[in-house]
């Protein structure tokens, strides 16, 4: 089916795409605009009227009808006409701020169209990591700025720019103009210098513009008198070629304009954005400016010429180090605090020109900072200035919000928004630890150092009594700070206060390890895998071997700690009856990035004289109580049990008249031996037996010397009797054990015993034996330790 379009009708649709691609070609981007929306008007499926308006809409910077007009064309285009429609849906995507949105169209477009080497592809690289950078700034709104358009008497629908404070004025320029002479139409505007007073009363600054003339970018000197602006004139519908001029402030009265020499203004060239620092280092005044000269980094760049006494200009230079090979525009500088602001669509940003700054040192430019969200957004940004305390600035933004010549299109024109910044109040809040234990270091010097200002003096705090460090620190800064003290490694972190804008307290903990690596020992039985307490640790320094080993015993634990210096290599044996010794090799070089070497030494069960002299212990006149016989039936096995139940009663009994610190102490000695003797005892013995069973299975022909001892309590004579009668309950658990696997061999004289009663006679003294004092003559440690039987010797015969 053919539909035709009346013939009047296709006439004025080729009229407006006429006079559209006229105004394109004339860069007339918001008539073109018009023309091709009239055109649409009458056929919305024209692809390449499509796809102009989309162009005209985003050269205007009509971001909104630029969509609307790309993602018509990708509805259109179905073979793929105009590749470069995502890469420019990116774009203005970008500087909607829908971030998002302009990932995804980057994406599509590297997909279908990326070639190597292509700088289109590159830039999309770059802007689908600057939109996942700017999803985060434009959720960090700064506390400490608050920014305001200024009231209609100053911005008007066109474009307003570059505020300069002059006394009680505050200068601006405008481009709400028309040329009186030039009858174009639409009407070509220009811009003038603009002056608006303390009581609001804004006017055309008559000796600062020319009415016949394209005048602005104001800038003044140190001493207010000379002021720098440009004088400009129209290339095309939209771009401008500005050069330089200076007037000089004479008996109060503004000379005529001056333009500078040749070899800043040059044929063809633009310099323009006019504005002046100062170099510490040179001791002279700079004037920075604007211009899109041979030599730069990119389009336009920003350059400085220095300025002698006599007011004449050095040759220009790039200022390099803040020039990309996008356009760097708009410098400012911040005289006080020798910090270059200016905008830039080179740098990783939220979408159109940013606000960044530099501060300069004497040994060159430091780190570029993007000025953040509320300064910046996702449109233009341009024109950053600042007072002297940097308690307010102004800036010109096309964000939404700012006039627009159409409302509908929601484009073109800046608007002068000022700023106020509230200072945050940022401290630094350190806090010294001793990286082993974790507890508080004091005594520390701590030393903050500016990393953003190489020439700022370190801050150095020393705190005797505390671990805590406060410092004031400063927004936008790299920081490091240290931390030492004697005896210590030293211990330093990096931060930064790049997005802190509000008042708060910044806390950062600094661990200072120990010039001594941790050694962490702990023993095991080899056969069960359970903790081993009771062993005993000799610590050898294999490198200085002058130095005397260290011997511990640890008897209510398994676990030693030991400080080992660094770079130094160590022995540790590990032995305890019972077990065969073992031997640990520690090189601490092995160990440079730790605190802390944990070792674990299991101990397998030794031979028999390992466990001499083997010593089990009895409960008060057992077995067989008040017996005078020298023999019993019974076995230690029968004993060994109810003894250690009895560990409590012991205590009670014995603490019962003692309190506090004395009693804890009492109890800890009684709990000590019953747990690391009485147990102890009983579970060596039965080890024992074990290695007995098989040594004599493998033929060895043995005799062991056992001795009995009794506590003084009863009479010497009754007690000789005791100990015999304990000699006997522990042949009898050698003769039973294990249902009686070891009585062949003393019956065929394989394993002999020897037998021997001490009674009391080997107590020694402060031993008591009074009978009325039970606490004592039974219950105390010193009594208890008396009631035993010793496995003291073997002999091997074969």
């Known amino acids: ?82 590749p470069e429609t995502q890469f420019y849906l990116g774009e203005v995507n970008q500087k909607l701020g829908l971030f998002d949105d302009a990932i995804k169209a980057y994406n599509f477009y590297i997909a279908e169209n990326s070639q190597p080497n292509d700088w289109k592809t590159d830039k999309a690289n770059k802007e689908i990591m600057a939109s996942e950078w700017a999803k985060q700034v434009i959720n960090t709104e700064r506390k400490d700025v608050e920014i305001e358009r200024m009231g209609d008497q100053i911005n ?126 040179m001791e002279k005044e700079v004037l920075y400016f604007v211009s899109d000269r041979p030599g730069g980094k990119g389009k336009l760049d920003i350059w400085s010429t220095s300025i002698n006494e006599d007011g004449s200009f050095n040759a220009p230079v790039n200022v390099s180090a803040v020039n990309t090979a996008e356009d760097d525009i708009t410098p400012f500088y911040h005289i006080p605090s020798h910090t270059l602001y200016f905008s830039s669509t080179g740098q990783k940003g939220l979408g159109g020109f940013d606000v960044y ?67 945050a109040e940022i401290n630094l809040l350190a806090s010294t630890f001793d990286r082993i234990s974790r507890e508080a270091l004091p005594g520390a010097t701590v030393t903050l150092f500016d990393l953003t200002d190489p020439e700022a003096d370190p801050i150095i705090i020393t705190n005797l009594d505390s671990n805590l460090f406060v410092f004031p620190l400063e927004s936008g800064k790299e920081y490091k700070v240290l931390a030492e003290k004697d005896g210590f490694d030293p211990d330093s972190l990096f931060f930064n206060t790049l997005d802190v804008y509000e008042s708060q307290e910044i806390k950062k903990n600094l661990f200072l390890k120990s010039k001594t690596i941790d050694l962490d020992l702990l023993t095991f039985d080899k056969t069960t895998l359970e903790p081993l307490p009771g062993t005993t ?62 070792k674990k030494v299991y101990l397998g069960l030794g031979d028999l004289e390992s466990f001499l002299p083997l010593i089990v212990f009895f409960d008060n006149d057992l077995p067989d109580p008040k017996s005078w016989s020298s023999t019993t039936d019974s076995r230690y096995s029968e004993l060994y049990q109810p003894y250690l139940g009895q560990k409590m009663y012991y205590v009670n009994q014995f603490t019962d008249v003692l309190s506090g610190a004395e009693a804890t102490a009492a109890k800890t000695e009684l709990d000590r031996f019953f747990e690391n003797r009485v147990k102890k005892g009983g579970e060596d013995l039965t080890k024992f037996l074990e290695i007995l069973q098989l040594n004599l299975e493998r033929g060895a022909e043995l005799e062991i010397s056992i001795k009995g001892y009794a506590s003084p309590r009863s009479s010497a004579n009754y007690n000789y009797r005791l100990g015999q009668r304990r000699v006997q309950n522990v042949l009898n658990e050698i003769e039973l054990f294990d249902n009686g696997v070891l009585k062949p061999y003393i019956q065929s004289g394989q394993l002999k015993v020897q037998q021997k009663s001490f009674g009391e006679t080997a107590v020694p003294r402060g031993v008591s034996d009074k009978i009325d004092d039970p606490r004592n003559s039974i219950y105390s440690v010193p009594a208890s330790q008396e009631r035993r039987v010793e496995i003291v010797q073997i002999k091997r015969t074969k």
């Open 357 to 423: 700054k530099s501060v300069q040192y004497s040994q060159g430019w430091g780190k570029i900072k993007h000025m953040g969200n509320v300064i910046n957004s996702s449109y233009n940004d341009i024109y950053f200035s600042l007072n002297e305390d940097e308690k307010k600035g102004y800036i010109s933004s096309n964000r939404l919000g700012a006039q627009y010549i159409e409302s509908s299109q929601e484009a073109c024109c800046y608007d002068i928004y000022s700023l106020k910044f509230i200072p």
């Open 537 to 598: 640790v000799t610590l050898l320094d294999l490198t200085d071997t002058l130095q005397p080993p260290q011997t511990f015993t640890n008897e209510d634990g398994n676990d030693y700690h030991f400080p080992l210096l660094r770079g130094k290599k160590y022995m540790v044996l590990v032995s305890k009856k019972g077990y065969a010794p073992e031997s640990v090799e520690i090189d601490t070089r092995d160990y440079d990035d730790v605190n802390t070497i944990t």
């Open 156 to 281: 008007s629908p066109y474009t307003e720019f570059g505020a300069t404070p002059m006394g009680d004025t505050l200068l601006f320029s405008s481009l709400r103009f028309e040329h009186v002479v030039n009858k174009n139409k639409p009407p070509v505007l220009f811009s003038q210098i603009m002056g608006s007073s303390e009581t609001g009363q804004v006017q055309r600054e008559a000796t600062l513009s020319d009415s016949m003339q394209i005048t602005a970018h104001t800038a003044f000197n140190q001493k207010m008198d000379r002021l720098y602006f440009t004088i400009c004139e129209y290339v095309n519908a939209s771009d401008l070629r500005c050069d330089l001029y200076y007037r000089d402030k004479v008996d109060g009265q503004w000379g005529p304009a001056v333009k500078l020499p040749d070899y800043i203004n040059q044929d063809s060239i633009t310099s323009t954005q006019p504005n002046v620092g100062y170099d510490s280092n």
């Open 1 to 82: 089916m053919i539909f035709l379009i009346p013939e009047g009708q296709a006439q004025t649709k080729k009229a407006f795409i006429r006079s559209a691609d006229e105004a394109y070609d004339r860069k007339d981007f918001n008539s073109a605009l018009a023309y091709y929306e009239e055109a649409l008007a009458f056929d919305s499926t024209q692809l390449d009227v499509a796809y102009m308006a989309a162009e005209a809409a985003r050269q205007f910077n009509a971001y909104s009808r630029a969509k609307v007009w790309y993602e018509k064309v990708l509805e259109l285009d179905k073979n793929n006409q105009y």
